[in-house]
């Protein structure tokens, strides 16, 4: 379910929606950057719902759910290991198209 402007409702309760928070944080230049987001997501009360969002959305870029993009690519791998997933979203092995 999403609002007006196409926003998921959870969105509403993010902690990134706060004003306080610099939405840039979000999109590091590297992995090794993505500390200061990851700590805002770790008190985020729609944690969970956000990272179920960007692996069904596959959303290959900035943090997610506290979760880089390698991470969430990592999660995915072990998704199809274990047959979670078809054949959703992009993987560490980049045999994808992207
Ligand atoms: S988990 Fe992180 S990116 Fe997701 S809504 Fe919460 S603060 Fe924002």
């Given at each position: ?87 959703v979203g992009w993987s560490t092995s980049g045999s994808d198209d992207q």
């Open positions: 379910m999403s609002d007006a402007a196409g926003f998921p409702r959870w969105g509403r309760q993010a902690a990134c929606a706060d004003d306080e928070v610099d939405a840039a944080i979000f999109f590091p230049e590297s992995e090794s950057e993505s500390e200061q987001a990851v700590r805002v997501c770790r008190g985020c009360r729609v944690r969970l719902t956000c990272l179920e969002f960007a692996l069904d959305t596959d959303q290959r870029y900035g943090i997610w759910g506290g979760a880089t993009p390698l991470e969430r690519a990592r999660l995915l791998d072990v998704g199809r290991e274990l047959g979670l997933f078809d054949d």
